[in-house]
Structures are given as C-alpha cells and as structure tokens.
C-alpha cells in the first residue's frame, strides 16, 4: 500500500511506526467492508428495480395491452371446466376397466343439502315379495332408506325421493329391502335429467359450466363447476358404447353424405345452372379394418 510504504520516509521510531501502521490497516480494513457492504446493498436494489419494472410492464400490457391478447377470469375457467372434464373421463375409465385410482386430496366444503322448497316425487321401491327369501316368513317393516337424487326440468328443479324401506324376519332376523335404482354415476347427486339438461346446454347450446352455475343459483340451487365439469366427464365415458356402435353402424354403409358447401360466384354475363356439383372419393376406416369403403361425396353450391 502506498500509504504504509510513505511511513517509511518519517522520522519516527519504531514502536510508533508499528502502531501506525496497525491503525491505518484498521482503517483500511473498515473501509473496505463499508465499500463491499454498500456494493451488495446496491445489487439488491438494483433487482429490485429490475423486479418493479418487469411486473409494472406486465400490468400495463394487461390492462392496457391488445383486447384480443387479455383473457378476463371467466375465459381462463373454461380451460379449468376442460380439464376437470378430461380428469374425470379418465378416472371413470380407470375404475371401468377394474383399476383402483388414487384420486389427490383437495379441500371440499361437503355436499350442499338440496333445498327444502324443491318439490319432492316419492318413488318407493318394495321388494318383490313380502316373504323372506330365507325362510319364506312374512316381513316386517322396520325402517326405510332414503336418499334423494337433483333433477331438472326447463327453468324447473325439482328432487327425486327414492324410499326402499326396510323389512325384516322375527324368525331368522334377515333384513330385506328394494335394491338401489341403477344410475349413470354410482352415489351421484345428480339424476338422469339433470345430467341431459347438463349436456345440451353445454354442447347444443354453447353455454359454458360458470353460466349453468348461475342458472342454478337463481333457484337457490348449490352447483359447483367443478362437480358439473365431473358429470360431464363420467356421462361421456357412460355414452362412449353408444357413439363406438354408431361409428361402426355409419362404416358399415357405402356411402356417407356430409353437407360442406362452399358458395361460388360466377361472372353475370357467364350463365351457369343455379347449383353446381363437385364430387370427392375418399376412403373411411382404417386400412385394416374390414368396414373401410370407398366413399363418393358430392358437394352442391348454390350460386
């Protein structure tokens, strides 16, 4: 250092220039902690800064960038409603094809009780015979098993009351009762019919899951999107037979008529017939499935 080679040309003992010398190291030392401590300091506040300016970028781009670019809440829960869809199609499939799911644990409020000012339609289900299947005894009643399933009708909720009660034999103490109704979702909530009004206003009329939630909700009816995105998914799997049938059932036909027509102008002074026909082979199917065809589409265009 420069400042410790220059007590060299003092005059002074050596003692004092030792003790000097110790204290200018000290200082030094000290200042360079300070120097080093200041530049961290303002590392930091230079990320910082940094971190500022990116997210005050973000909420200007999002609050004052191109409209077709923002995508407002509702819009980004049609790509959750798709996903529980998809998630709850495969776990029906998984648990169809004998498989045992390990669904992940998620926090769930319980199921809402259906409200009391819906109408009730008792169905009540007794068993075949008032004999016991055992002993061929009389039954006796004993109590009943109720559950209750949501239905719908057009602007119309109404709740079906199943009632299996239950009987009993004095003699060998066996209890009998109706069995359960079968249903698409096994302990499901949710009825035939309100599973069909679910699937037309999603698929027929374009409504998404968030507004089918308000609809409900105007009836005071408790209807979380994630648990119609669940119905949706397990009543697809439920019809995949039905749609597998009709795709074999339309192979099996020669010829396919699908309606693609694209409208065609021609010059004024040029007369053409009012519909002019266009027609496409193509082969369906597979190429070893025994149900691929050779299909003839004809496109009529109407001027």
Known sequence: MKILDQLDELNLDAAAKTQVAALVQALLDQAKKEADKYETDIQAKDLKIQALILELAHLRRLRYGVKNEALSGLQRDLFEETCNEDIAALVAEVEQAGATVTKPKR?????????PHLPRIEHRHEPESCQCGQCGKDLVKIGEDITEQLDVEPAKFFVHRHIRPQYACRNCETITAAPVPPAIIDGGLAAVGLLVWVLISKYLDHLPLYRLEQIAARDQVILARSTLAEWVGRTGVALQPLVDRLIELLLKRGTLHADESVPRRHAQRVKFPRCSYAAQEMRVGPSESPYRRRL?????CCV
Not at 110 to 115: A, I, N, V, Y
Not at 296 to 300: E, M, V
């Open 296 to 300: 003839q589409t004809t496109y009529c």
């Open 107 to 115: 926090p769930r409020a319980g199921r809402q009780p259906l409200p």
